[in-house]
């Protein structure tokens, strides 16, 4: 008989291997032996770690002292991954001490002692924290600094950007699990999906409607699970992302354009392309990365939409298809540093380096240029980044405007004047600039930049 996978161990294994250097995607096939429910719940206790990964260092170095000996990858990644059973998940604690310690292997053997010690130290402390402790910045003994789970470098960025109280309020949206948003096809399919989730054994999920096309569901599922999702009327799209397509929909609207022939760089898995094919648009969508591509095809084809898929670097000098070409819009959703997203890539903060975003914008301003090239006169450009740097948004934005006098920037039209920043309403280009802490209350969303700008004439 084989032996059944151990779901602690899996898990130790994906952090371990997040902690060595690699994305959550390459790590995940750490879970793939595991059975679906143990599968979810190893991914929620490495999404705890990863999220809260400074608070549980901290934590574990009262009781660790000095440098565990030898190799002890998957021995400091077992201790985390105990840490958060007890510490932050509704885990009975001597199933978490017992199952994690019954998890380590022979190469963790020396450290099983450890581990058996440490966990049982941390039962005591959440014990005896919860007889005396009643602040909210620390449940059961372990202690909330939301900003020290991210990088230094990370942290003075936001707050010379957005100063202290913001960066604070970004940091904790970013240490909590995200709403899942669901963009739909069309304005009709939502009530639908509504009425069909009241009568599933999901119904008492609490709902919000952020705009005609997003509907919030406040805690997340197995989305191929919900009503709709075969048939393709909705695709998950986080609200702030669809911005930037509302506005540039909006633009060409006005512009009596329905059905505008639109370039999609860098647009796989395919949410703007997806948006934008579902306005009545036309669709030429580009991305460098042939895996991505397949995911926004299967996208594609979920949701009956259609567009032209050219596999290319947008810096190729010989893109066949688009030779000569000009659209009615080109939409930049440039590569970028992607700070705003952090909290569905919790491993961002571990990998991320702050020397990238300089290259990262030099990428941006050469792909800017080479944009330009394909929209027509009295045509479009959307630039957008989910990066909270203002050196790849406000800064791009600027130099671009400054360097291209035959463009000037759009007034944000059809968005929530708040997300738009009152500062922007004074100066010479509008913008959209969200932060995770935006509407905190109803649950935050990604940090995105977008600038629309239209090109008044040939340069
Ligand atoms: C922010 S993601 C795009 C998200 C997408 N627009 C959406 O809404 O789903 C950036 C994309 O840029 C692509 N990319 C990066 N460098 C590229 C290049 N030189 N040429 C074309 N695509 C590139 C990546 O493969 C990635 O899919």
């Given at each position: 008989?084989?032996k059944?996978?151990?779901?602690?161990r899996?898990?130790?294994?994906?952090?371990?291997?997040?902690?060595?250097g690699?994305t959550?995607?390459?790590?995940?096939d750490r879970?793939?032996?595991l059975s679906?429910?143990?599968?979810?719940?190893?991914?929620?206790?490495?999404?705890?770690?990863?999220?809260r990964?400074?608070d549980?260092?901290?934590?574990?170095?009262k009781?660790?002292?000095?440098?565990?000996p030898?190799?002890p990858?998957?021995a400091?990644?077992?201790?985390?991954?105990?840490?958060?059973?007890?510490?932050?998940?509704?885990?009975?604690?001597?199933?978490a001490?017992?199952?994690?310690?019954?998890?380590?292997?022979?190469?963790e053997?020396?450290?099983?002692?450890?581990?058996?010690?440490?966990?049982?130290?941390l039962?005591t402390?959440?014990?005896?924290?919860d007889?005396?402790?009643k602040?909210d910045?620390?449940?059961?003994?372990l202690?909330?600094?939301?900003?020290?789970?991210?990088?230094e470098?990370?942290?003075a960025?936001?707050?010379?950007?957005?100063?202290?109280?913001?960066?604070?309020?970004?940091?904790d949206?970013?240490?909590?699990?995200p709403?899942?948003?669901?963009c739909?096809?069309?304005?009709?399919?939502?009530p639908?999906?509504?009425n069909?989730?009241?009568?599933?054994?999901i119904?008492n999920i609490?709902?919000?409607?952020?705009?005609?096309?997003?509907?919030r569901l406040?805690?997340a599922?197995?989305?191929?699970?919900?009503p709709?999702f075969e048939a393709?009327?909705?695709?998950?799209q986080?609200?702030?992302?669809?911005?930037?397509?509302?506005?540039?929909?909006?633009?060409?609207?006005e512009n009596?354009?329905?059905?505008?022939?639109?370039?999609?760089?860098?647009a796989?898995?395919?949410g703007?392309?997806?948006?934008?094919?579902?306005?009545g648009?036309?669709l030429?969508?580009?991305?460098?990365?042939?895996s991505?591509?397949?995911r926004?095809?299967a996208?594609?084809?979920?949701?009956?939409?259609t567009?032209?898929?050219?596999?290319?670097?947008v810096m190729?000098?010989?893109i066949p298809?688009?030779?000569?070409?000009?659209?009615?819009?080109?939409l930049l959703?440039?590569p970028?540093?992607?700070?705003?997203?952090?909290?569905?890539h919790?491993?961002?903060p571990l990998h991320?380096?702050?020397?990238?975003?300089?290259?990262?914008?030099?990428?941006?301003k050469n792909?800017?240029?080479?944009a330009d090239?394909?929209?027509?006169v009295?045509?479009f450009?959307?630039?957008?980044t989910?990066s909270?740097?203002?050196?790849?948004g406000?800064?791009?934005?600027?130099e671009?405007?400054?360097q291209?006098?035959n463009?000037e920037?759009?007034?944000?039209?059809?968005?929530?004047?708040e997300?738009?920043?009152?500062?922007?309403?004074?100066s010479?280009f509008?913008?959209?600039?969200?932060?995770?802490?935006?509407?905190r209350?109803?649950?935050g969303?990604?940090?995105?930049?977008a600038s629309?700008?239209?090109k008044?004439?040939?340069?």
């Amino acid at each position: 008989m084989t032996k059944k996978p151990n779901c602690r161990r899996a898990a130790a294994a994906m952090l371990a291997a997040i902690e060595r250097g690699k994305t959550m995607d390459e790590a995940a096939d750490r879970l793939s032996d595991l059975s679906p429910p143990d599968r979810r719940l190893a991914k929620a206790m490495v999404m705890f770690a990863l999220r809260r990964r400074g608070d549980i260092t901290a934590i574990l170095a009262k009781y660790i002292k000095r440098n565990i000996p030898g190799r002890p990858h998957l021995a400091r990644a077992l201790l985390q991954i105990g840490a958060v059973q007890i510490l932050l998940m509704d885990i009975p604690d001597h199933a978490a001490v017992a199952e994690t310690v019954t998890a380590c292997g022979r190469g963790e053997a020396p450290y099983r002692g450890l581990i058996n010690a440490v966990l049982r130290k941390l039962v005591t402390e959440k014990k005896n924290s919860d007889k005396t402790n009643k602040d909210d910045t620390q449940k059961h003994g372990l202690s909330y600094d939301p900003l020290s789970n991210f990088p230094e470098w990370m942290v003075a960025q936001w707050r010379e950007n957005y100063g202290s109280e913001k960066a604070e309020s970004i940091a904790d949206i970013h240490c909590q699990k995200p709403p899942l948003d669901l963009c739909f096809k069309s304005a009709e399919a939502m009530p639908l999906f509504i009425n069909a989730l009241s009568q599933s054994d999901i119904s008492n999920i609490n709902i919000h409607q952020l705009s005609p096309n997003v509907l919030r569901l406040m805690d997340a599922v197995d989305v191929e699970t919900l009503p709709g999702f075969e048939a393709g009327d909705w695709w998950v799209q986080d609200y702030a992302a669809t911005l930037p397509v509302i506005w540039l929909d909006k633009l060409l609207a006005e512009n009596k354009q329905i059905d505008a022939t639109i370039l999609d760089l860098c647009a796989a898995p395919g949410g703007k392309t997806m948006q934008l094919a579902s306005r009545g648009h036309h669709l030429t969508a580009l991305d460098i990365s042939a895996s991505r591509l397949d995911r926004l095809k299967a996208n594609l084809t979920r949701t009956l939409l259609t567009a032209e898929i050219i596999q290319a670097d947008v810096m190729e000098n010989t893109i066949p298809y688009l030779k000569e070409k000009t659209f009615d819009a080109v939409l930049l959703d440039a590569p970028c540093s992607a700070t705003g997203t952090i909290r569905r890539h919790p491993d961002l903060p571990l990998h991320r380096r702050e020397k990238e975003v300089l290259k990262l914008t030099e990428i941006q301003k050469n792909m800017l240029n080479r944009a330009d090239k394909w929209v027509r006169v009295g045509g479009f450009l959307a630039y957008v980044t989910c990066s909270l740097d203002p050196r790849e948004g406000e800064e791009q934005l600027k130099e671009f405007l400054e360097q291209h006098p035959n463009y000037e920037a759009c007034a944000p039209t059809g968005l929530p004047d708040e997300l738009c920043g009152h500062q922007n309403k004074g100066s010479a280009f509008g913008y959209l600039r969200t932060t995770p802490a935006d509407w905190r209350d109803e649950g935050g969303m990604d940090g995105f930049f977008a600038s629309v700008l239209k090109k008044i004439k040939a340069s």
